[in-house]
């Protein structure tokens, strides 16, 4: 492996081969392990730490509850069969030593130790050390190998690590099959054989303080110093940032030349009945949105707005209030909804706040009143029938659905706007199907996309950086204060049972109560992220909540709907009307189910998380959550969101079967802390791992958004979002700007370029 190998004379570019460079063996096996195929993917495969060859802990030196990295040899490895113990069928005790002293590593269901740790191996070992009678332990370590398979061994691996300047040692995401030092070696022949060029521009480089690409790539992999490798990260994050903000300023311009239809506001329509007729007044906040969102539907260009609220914020009348000027223009509006339930919910819901004014054809309909039509898959055959032709007719103005509304042989008159509720519940795919409909004018329509999910303004800026967006922070006048516990069960027993006597209470006094659970049972194995249709976002934290030790990995399975209905009935609830809802019942039992308990014939309902959204019950006035710590923060936030709603103060119940002191328990006592939905966001981000939030954008082939934290560097991306929009001006596909064009494919793959063109 070496620079020799390239063709002499032969340039060295961010897009050349890996091949010519490293050698065919390395540069395949580069391309089947990590899909590395060019120079640029290998300069942008990052470290993702960095270990100091001075700072790693001699054995001697350790202390018991601290977290350390020891340079040792493996003395020997043993495993140990469990059967499925609590989740665990494998131990793997992995004794390593500096010649003096030793320490047991312990692995869990980690199978691949006893075949990639040979006795005899040097490797760096990293975790909190821990004793155990006389002996000094670490759980799970994060273990870097310092030898592989090539034939150079292992005292060329030893000068590899101690070559770097500083004592910097780079510690690079590993795959089976792929050693530290290929990686290191390979990333040091590429920097030596090639040639970079510095696609951004000298003024926002000295505008913002930024070291030059080569010299940032050269000290990421390579750095000298700490500080010339905080000089490289911040370059690199900018560059991350600028790539994703070109891609979503670009979207922008693009969408100020795709013509949609002008709806201004008539003082003497359906809009203008309906504000006459409100049993209310409307919020601060609700009027200055709808002002805004007016304004934007007046204009022959398309609406892209993000509508922000916290739960029971009002956002539902100013989306209607937003398609009755669209329809008093003479076109159609469509409302998404992710779940059959919530569709039901919304179309009842619209129906009886219109009251005559959304009764066309109905005898005591009111003058130049509307329609309301629910489309969805279960409807029966001459149901579905009769409102596909009510919406392609154009007889339908508000169509309410789910996905069904996306199927073939749905067609509209006239579609002029589209409200998307809760929008992270669809795919993009899903969502750009109805945003990129045509009109028989020609016109696009315009999209209202709403969420009661709070979203931090760093995941705004990059997520949804394409939308504009409004927030509606003020409750309206009679919502009902919260009080949310958390149940501690492992530590406090009684409490649990106390619980139920308190459900028993609210019901004695006239209300309901909802009881949450993560899981519906009886469901076939699945991974984790497995979810039914009609269910919410995959919620659960993948942590220990406070396990340590040998109990690590050993966690209870999540309790079911289904078990938990059928305890509570013959037990603490006995003698209360109980009912049961989740994604895998038949809609119409469903949608029964919902009904009954809107109009107070059931006590409780049990439910999966496929009430997290627009259920609206004001006589609920109490919720208990089972195994709350397998919710992320924003999703308890919005579960509670569904009591409260009436003249009765809210009652939440965070019940865990969580450890004090793990991560679990100190979301719980966040969200229990706090009744503002930004806040809880913020910091429902701060413990998140960032791929979570970006999804689709950190996956690909070439994507390399490693270094940019949402979390971190909400300066940075304010600044890249800033530059972005002078760079792009009318000039979208950068045909002025080569080297940034190039720069975006090499950060962002095409196919996620396109995620973020549709987000």
């Given at each position: 492996m070496s620079p020799a190998d390239a063709p002499r004379g032969a340039r060295v570019e961010q897009s050349?081969?890996?091949?010519?460079?490293?050698?065919?063996?390395?540069?395949?096996?580069?391309?089947?392990?990590?899909?590395?195929?060019?120079?640029?993917?290998?300069?942008?495969?990052?470290?993702?730490?960095?270990?100091?060859?001075?700072?790693?802990?001699?054995?001697?030196?350790?202390?018991?509850?601290?977290?350390?990295?020891?340079?040792?040899?493996?003395?020997?490895?043993?495993?140990?069969?469990?059967?499925?113990?609590?989740?665990?069928?494998?131990?793997?005790?992995?004794?390593?030593?500096?010649?003096?002293?030793?320490?047991?590593?312990?692995?869990?269901?980690?199978?691949?130790?006893k075949r990639n740790l040979p006795v005899?191996?040097?490797?760096?070992?990293?975790?909190?050390?821990?004793?155990?009678?006389?002996?000094?332990?670490?759980?799970?370590?994060?273990?870097?190998?310092?030898?592989?398979?090539?034939?150079?061994?292992?005292?060329?691996?030893?000068?590899?690590?101690e070559s770097f300047a500083g004592g910097i040692i780079p510690v690079y995401p590993l795959v089976e099959g792929?050693?530290?030092?290929?990686?290191?070696?390979?990333?040091?022949?590429?920097?030596?054989?090639?040639?970079?060029?510095?696609?951004?521009?000298?003024?926002?480089?000295?505008?913002?303080?930024?070291?030059?690409?080569?010299?940032?790539?050269?000290?990421?992999?390579?750095?000298?110093?700490?500080?010339?490798?905080?000089?490289?990260?911040?370059?690199?994050?900018?560059?991350?940032?600028?790539?994703?903000?070109?891609?979503?300023?670009?979207?922008?311009?693009?969408?100020?030349?795709?013509?949609?239809?002008?709806?201004?506001?008539?003082?003497?329509?359906?809009?203008?009945e309906f504000n006459g007729r409100l049993p209310f007044t409307l919020t601060r906040g609700q009027t200055a949105v709808g002002r805004t969102i007016s304004g934007d539907l007046a204009q022959p260009r398309p609406m892209n707005r993000l509508?922000?609220?916290?739960?029971?914020?009002?956002?539902?009348?100013?989306?209607?209030?937003?398609?009755?000027?669209?329809?008093?223009?003479?076109?159609?509006?469509?409302?998404?909804?992710?779940?059959?339930?919530?569709?039901?919910?919304?179309?009842?819901?619209?129906?009886?706040?219109?009251?005559?004014?959304?009764?066309?054809?109905?005898?005591?309909?009111?003058?130049?009143?509307?329609?309301?039509?629910?489309?969805?898959?279960?409807?029966?055959?001459?149901?579905?029938?009769?409102a596909l032709l009510q919406i392609v007719s154009g007889e339908a103005g508000i169509v309410v659905g789910t996905h069904a509304l996306l199927s073939a042989g749905?067609?509209?008159?006239?579609?002029?706007?589209?409200?998307?509720?809760?929008?992270?519940?669809?795919?993009?795919?899903?969502?750009?199907?109805?945003?990129?409909?045509?009109?028989?004018?020609?016109?696009?329509?315009?999209?209202?996309?709403?969420?009661?999910?709070?979203?931090?303004?760093?995941?705004?800026?990059?997520?949804?950086?394409?939308?504009?967006?409004?927030?509606?922070?003020?409750?309206p006048a009679g919502r009902s204060p919260i009080t949310t516990t958390v149940v501690p069960v492992e530590e406090r027993p009684q409490w649990l049972d106390r619980?139920?006597?308190?459900?028993?209470?609210?019901?004695?006094?006239?209300?309901?109560?909802?009881?949450?659970?993560?899981?519906?049972?009886?469901?076939?194995?699945?991974?984790?992220?497995?979810?039914?249709?009609?269910?919410?976002?995959?919620?659960?934290?993948?942590?220990?909540?406070?396990?340590?030790?040998?109990?690590a990995g050993l966690r209870p399975p999540p309790l079911a709907v289904v078990d938990v209905a059928a305890e509570l009935a013959d037990g603490p609830l006995a003698g209360l009307s109980l009912g049961v809802v989740h994604g895998r019942l038949p809609p119409a039992e469903k949608d029964q189910v919902m009904r009954d308990f809107g109009a107070g014939d059931i006590d409780v309902l049990v439910a999966t998380t496929v009430i997290e959204v627009g259920v609206d019950v004001p006589n609920a006035s109490m919720m208990v959550i089972m195994d709350a710590e397998r919710f992320g923060m924003s999703q308890l936030h919005q579960l509670r969101g569904r009591v409260g709603r009436g003249s009765a103060p809210g009652i939440c119940l965070l019940v865990t079967r969580a450890l004090e002191g793990g991560r679990g328990r100190a979301r719980l006592a966040a969200v229990a802390a706090s009744a503002d939905g930004f806040e809880l966001a913020e910091a429902d981000l701060a413990q998140r791992r960032e791929g979570d939030v970006l999804g689709t954008v950190q996956s690909g082939k070439n994507t390399s958004l490693r270094q940019l934290s949402l979390l971190r560097d909400r300066e940075v991306i304010e600044q890249a979002r800033a530059d972005a929009g002078g760079l792009v001006g009318d000039d979208p596909t950068l045909a002025s700007w080569p080297g940034l064009a190039r720069m975006v494919a090499d950060v962002i793959a095409a196919e996620n370029q396109e995620f973020l063109e549709k987000a």
């Open positions: 050349s081969a890996l091949a010519p460079v490293l050698g065919a063996r390395t540069a395949a096996k580069l391309a089947d392990k990590l899909r590395l195929t060019t120079v640029g993917e290998l300069l942008r495969y990052y470290p993702r730490k960095y270990d100091e060859r001075g700072k790693l802990t001699d054995l001697a030196g350790l202390v018991v509850d601290e977290r350390a990295t020891v340079w040792a040899k493996v003395r020997s490895v043993t495993e140990r069969q469990l059967g499925n113990r609590r989740g665990v069928r494998l131990i793997t005790n992995v004794v390593v030593g500096d010649g003096n002293l030793e320490l047991t590593c312990t692995f869990f269901n980690q199978h691949q130790w005899g191996t040097d490797a760096m070992f990293s975790g909190k050390v821990t004793q155990f009678r006389r002996t000094l332990q670490m759980t799970s370590p994060s273990v870097v190998l310092l030898a592989d398979d090539s034939t150079e061994g292992r005292a060329g691996d030893l000068e590899t690590i792929i050693g530290q030092s290929v990686l290191q070696k390979s990333v040091d022949l590429v920097l030596q054989a090639c040639t970079l060029e510095d696609p951004l521009p000298d003024v926002l480089a000295a505008r913002h303080g930024l070291t030059g690409l080569a010299r940032a790539l050269q000290h990421i992999h390579r750095p000298g110093d700490r500080e010339a490798l905080a000089a490289a990260q911040h370059r690199l994050r900018y560059d991350e940032a600028l790539s994703v903000q070109l891609v979503l300023a670009a979207r922008r311009a693009a969408a100020q030349d795709t013509p949609a239809p002008a709806c201004p506001e008539r003082p003497d329509g359906l809009l203008a509508l922000q609220g916290e739960v029971g914020s009002g956002k539902t009348i100013v989306a209607l209030r937003a398609m009755l000027q669209v329809i008093d223009a003479g076109r159609q509006t469509a409302l998404l909804a992710p779940t059959e339930v919530l569709a039901a919910q919304h179309a009842r819901s619209l129906r009886a706040t219109l009251g005559p004014l959304g009764r066309a054809g109905e005898l005591d309909a009111a003058d130049g009143a509307t329609r309301v039509v629910l489309l969805t898959g279960s409807l029966p055959v001459p149901a579905r029938r009769k749905v067609d509209f008159a006239d579609l002029g706007l589209v409200v998307v509720d809760e929008q992270h519940r669809f795919g993009v795919e899903q969502r750009d199907t109805l945003r990129t409909r045509r009109s028989p004018s020609g016109t696009t329509p315009h999209v209202l996309v709403m969420t009661a999910t709070p979203i931090p303004r760093t995941v705004a800026m990059t997520v949804y950086g394409d939308l504009d967006t409004s927030i509606l922070s003020e409750l619980a139920w006597q308190r459900v028993r209470e609210e019901v004695g006094k006239g209300h309901q109560v909802y009881v949450v659970c993560p899981k519906i049972g009886d469901e076939p194995e699945r991974g984790a992220k497995g979810r039914d249709r009609d269910e919410g976002p995959d919620g659960e934290w993948d942590d220990e909540d406070g396990a340590s030790g040998s109990d």
